[in-house]
């Protein structure tokens, strides 16, 4: 009869044994970080990283959890830009291979719903440089690999960058290699797609709109307003000058992922009440509308750029 260890006793052996791995084998470093990118609001993908997106004709075929595989590349040395090596027979235009942006890799596989990272560990030190030339080699291929052509192009550009022979003929072998650690797990694409929309346009710049009462009394009565937004981050602020009720300041916050703005507007004369304003941005980043309220009475608001 074979004998367990005691739990408390296998989560110290478990603890160790990550420790070591982190301690010898780390996860290769970009130290300045510029070549990283920042999805979701908690995903941080380096140059390298696999993204295996879930489910598809893929899974179906190599009867796998995964149905295709990308890879995360870093800057382009030619135009600074974030860009990706995507792979595939059945997107649109039917292209095989491509390198594109962030938001375009994201919109073109959103069917997938979710995607899940995985890491090459830090014994293979990466060189970027040669990721991005090997990927724009592959990418121009009419024909690559055998079985799934996207893990074959993501390997071989991985193996070109590292110098280690790195062999996939399907995405779910990125998972069961001991050489790959998962990073990110179950990354929901639409939301992650919202906030790279959202942080492309952002919200900072002019804006004209008006305001409209609930109240029986004012129906059919609006206030017009042009809006100055500057953004860092998540915090708004700026001033709007309202053709009702003269000039006025603002503060709030912007959720890049969700779209939702909120802000408080004070006017700069005496005898006004704080003024606040929730709503949301649609996913063009030149429309937004929601409600206002002060104490008891309340409105609606749209503006647009």
Known sequence: MQRRLPQTLAKVLAFALLLVMALFFPSPSFADGSQNLLLGGNVVLQPGDVINFKGGGGAFLSTGEYGHTGMYL??????????FLDFTTNKPGSFRGRITGTERFLADNLRHGEFNVYRLDGRYPLNQQKLVESAKTIATNKNFGALIDCANAASRALSAATGVSIVMVTPDGFANDQRFTATSLSVDIKTALNEVRHEVRGVSGRWQGAYYYDDPARVGVSGAFSMDVQQQGSSISGSIVDAEAGSASFSGIFNAASGQIQFTKNYN??????????????SSGNTAAGRWSIGSYTGSWQMHR
Not at 74 to 83: Q, R
Not at 269 to 282: E, F, K, L, M, P
């Open 74 to 83: 870093g800057s382009d040395p030619a135009t600074g830009k974030k860009i």
């Open 269 to 282: 004369t005496s005898g006004h009440n704080q003024i606040v304003y929730r709503g949301a941005v649609d």
